[in-house]
């Protein structure tokens, strides 16, 4: 089965550097529209972007899966007639009142669905394919074995997450701002900052915490590596396999994409040995951030557990 590598690019730069590695769809976009990216790209480096991949022979998928509110639904329209005429292969959203833009604009492009931790069953994936879905993006707590009933009865490829951050929570509101005023303190809010919080009489969390544009995240303790996950993956039809650099370091994010890429290449040829998992396990761990554990994340949880 012939598998699609998606990457975050956090530079046109790096875009150019993850697109010689050979992934084979990039992920931009902006915080006006976009959650949790790496950067917020601005038009000029969105067309620089899409172009680079065109010539290269790969996609451009554009994160529009911000949740609209009053306030910038009336956007939407000018932004995706932009997107159109650059030729951006797809887009990321999750409100269907995009959809019902695009339908009523007529500036219409194929969308990947991505509702966050709502996407956890092939009906409600089936329900977005018969509208034009033309991919979805499973929630990341959804485990294996649930992940095995849904593939044999999904309509459209799947995208899971095998390396990068979880979102566990986002507010719209400005839970930091408000915090640091409320101590009467001058801080940086942003994901730059590594911020994190724990739970009340639980030091051992460490939730990664930042604001922007579109209000507060919080992440998971730990991020998700299923680097020897991959061949199972492959057995389960999972055709689309996330690589999230949002916390990773620009060359690091590179290194690892390239070693997920010879990773892909040689689970699609049936190749890829218990060795080279050892070996991806050790060099995802060398580039990842020193403050930032990895796991399997919900991969192996007993269903029951994450009712």
Not at 53 to 73: E, L, T, Y
Request: charged letters at 25%.
């Amino acid at each position: 089965m012939a598998i699609e590598l998606i990457a975050t690019a956090e530079s046109v730069s790096q875009a150019q550097r993850l697109l010689t590695a050979g992934v084979d769809i990039l992920q931009i976009g902006n915080d006006e529209f976009g959650l949790r990216l790496p950067h917020s790209f601005d038009r000029y480096e969105q067309r620089e972007i899409i172009a680079l991949a065109h010539q290269a022979g790969k996609k451009v998928d554009v994160a529009v899966n911000a949740i609209f509110h009053n306030d910038r639904i009336d956007l939407i329209a000018e932004y995706l007639q932009f997107l159109k005429e650059v030729g951006a292969d797809t887009i990321t959203l999750g409100d269907p009142g995009v959809i019902e833009i695009m339908r009523k604009t007529k500036q219409w492009i194929p969308f990947r669905y991505d509702a966050g931790v709502m996407v956890t069953s092939a009906r409600q994936l089936n329900f977005w394919a018969k509208r034009g879905a033309v991919a979805g993006v499973m929630a990341r707590e959804v485990p294996k074995d649930e992940l095995v009933e849904i593939m044999k009865q999904v309509l459209i490829p799947v995208e899971v997450l095998v390396y990068g951050p979880t979102c566990i929570h986002q507010s719209k509101r400005p839970l930091l701002e408000n915090y640091f005023h409320f101590i009467e303190k001058e801080a940086r809010v942003d994901q730059q900052k590594d911020l994190f919080i724990s739970e009340p009489m639980k030091p051992q969390t460490h939730y990664s915490i930042y604001q922007d544009r579109n209000g507060t995240h919080i992440f998971s303790s730990n991020d998700v590596s299923l680097a020897q996950e991959l061949p199972m993956l492959s057995d389960l039809n999972v055709g689309q396999w996330k690589c999230d650099g949002l916390y990773t370091e620009e060359d690091d994010f590179v290194a690892v994409v390239e070693a997920l890429v010879a990773a892909k290449n040689k689970v699609e040829k049936q190749a890829f040995t218990k060795d080279d998992a050892s070996e991806l396990v050790q060099l995802i761990k060398k580039h990842h951030p020193k403050n930032r554990e990895l796991d399997t994340g919900f991969f192996y949880k007993n269903p029951q557990e994450v009712r």
